[in-house]
């Protein structure tokens, strides 16, 4: 486990620095040919995502479906619905997803958690096999030690706990992941905006995300006390859940932004989905450092919220205007 702490927070720290050096895509369907070869490091994000070329570098991937039939040089780190994973690894496999299969040879330790996880016939995995999955299937070789949730019921009550909020952070990273890039793709100028907005006021957001935080749900309850209120409590209620949900997304992409801004240093680049990377590992990441760590996470947090806050009243303030100019 400390390993897989120290190599999350290792990479919420070179992701942004390698940025230079590596290539980005982003598209719906995106190939990477049989006779394309990637120098660096490969980002990729999509709906379906095939490399059939060489990847001299790590292979960092979302998508709805991943498929991976050509040689990677370095580590791997998947997220998705469908994994396939048929070339060679020189190094480590990190995986969420679905349904995900391993079919070649491993050089160092594979860590996957998904619905069902098979390594297949002709699998070798030279390092440990760390696993966490409803079904289980290995038909491959596993040289290394294979970890997996642990049987005797003496042995849940810790383990099986642990086992549990271990892949829950992960699947909460990833649903984190997937939400902020529907944003920046389908939404890229309000986002750019909400992100600007916390960079110019980070402590002024942060501070009406606070009193907004602790102020609606006080005034939501004396609402909800007389019948004539009682709609327009469970409507602030759901308003609230939302703009919650909307702080802790922009929350990463804020941290995101600010970290490429200081590293990468390109302005039209640091609103996109490296930014959504880079801001949910770190946010990830922090959560490791007892206290100061939290605080981090919750200050990002109030600003997104704060920033969604503030662009949701200027909305309707301005489309309230504009339905009494028409009257």
């Not at 389908?186 to 935080?213: Q, Y």
């Not at 490429?260 to 450092?289: C, D, P, Q, S």
Request: a negative charge; glycine letters at 14%; hydrophobic letters at 55%.
């Amino acid at each position: 486990m400390k390993r897989i702490i120290v190599a999350t927070a290792a990479l919420a720290l070179l992701v942004p620095l390698a940025a230079a050096a590596a290539t980005f895509r982003t598209d719906g369907t995106y190939t990477l040919g049989r006779e394309e070869t990637i120098e660096g490091n490969l980002y990729a994000a999509g709906g379906n995502l095939v490399f059939e070329g060489r990847v001299n570098g790590d292979l960092i991937a979302a998508g709805g479906n991943v498929v991976v039939s050509g040689p990677v040089a370095g580590d791997i780190l998947i997220a998705g619905g469908n994994i396939t994973v048929q070339g060679p690894v020189d190094g480590d496999i990190r995986a969420v997803g679905g349904t995900i299969v391993i079919s070649n040879a491993v050089g160092g330790e594979v860590v996957v958690a998904g619905g069902q996880v098979h390594v297949a016939e002709g699998a070798v995995i030279a390092g440990d096999f760390a696993v966490g999955s409803e079904t289980i299937t290995i038909d491959g070789e596993v040289r290394g030690s294979v970890i997996r949730p642990p049987e005797r019921p003496e042995d849940r009550d810790g383990a099986g706990i642990a086992a549990f909020v271990s892949f829950f952070q992960v699947a909460m990273a990833v649903m984190l992941f997937t939400a902020g890039i529907l944003f920046v793709t389908l939404f890229g100028r309000g986002t750019r905006a909400v992100v600007a907005r916390a960079e110019a006021n980070f402590l002024g957001e942060a501070i009406r995300g606070f009193v907004v935080l602790v102020a609606l749900p006080v005034a939501a309850i004396i609402a909800a006390v007389s019948l004539i209120g009682m709609y327009l409590a469970i409507l602030g209620g759901l308003v609230y859940i939302a703009a919650l949900l909307l702080g802790s997304i922009f929350g990463s992409i804020i941290l995101g932004s600010l970290i490429l801004r200081y590293t990468v240093r390109k302005e039209g680049e640091r609103v996109g989905w490296l930014a959504v990377l880079v801001g949910v590992i770190a946010f990830e990441a922090l959560k490791f450092i007892p206290i100061v760590g939290w605080i981090a996470c919750f200050i990002f947090f109030l600003a997104g919220f704060g920033s969604v806050l503030y662009f949701g009243w200027k909305n309707t303030e301005r489309a309230w205007r504009q339905e009494h100019a028409l009257l």
